[in-house]
């Protein structure tokens, strides 16, 4: 019932940055929380960042000072700034919406490298 449509992700120099967005098909305020996950090869999908319907945020501990995730409810939109990055930050980063069932998006590259 939700579609997801990611965009911003590329390929940046170490300590460039990026901002990721994620559009919702619907308003963002019907949705519990929306976030970010990203998976590199080999690794497990993990958790990067997550804002609450209420505007509570949280990060995983790696990104932290670095990433800052925000939303814009006119726009049903979330958006994912990633400043400083490093090569480790590589990985397909995916949008996430929760509900009463989780939806995700198609991912998008993001890639660090000199």
């Known amino acids: 019932q939700v579609q997801l449509v990611e965009s911003g992700g590329g390929l940046v120099q170490p300590g460039g940055s990026l901002r990721l967005s994620c559009a919702a098909s619907v308003s963002i305020f019907v949705i519990n929380a929306m976030g970010w996950h990203r998976q590199a090869p080999g690794k497990q999908r993990e958790l990067v960042a997550r804002i609450t319907r209420g505007g509570i945020t949280n990060y995983v501990d790696s990104v932290k000072g670095r990433f800052t995730i925000s939303k814009d409810n006119a726009l049903n939109t979330v958006y994912l700034q990633m400043d400083s990055l490093k090569p480790e930050d590589t990985a397909v980063y995916y949008c996430?919406?929760?509900?009463?069932?989780?939806?995700w998006g198609q991912g998008t590259q993001v890639t660090v490298s000199s």
């Open positions: 996430n919406a929760i509900t009463s069932r989780d939806y």
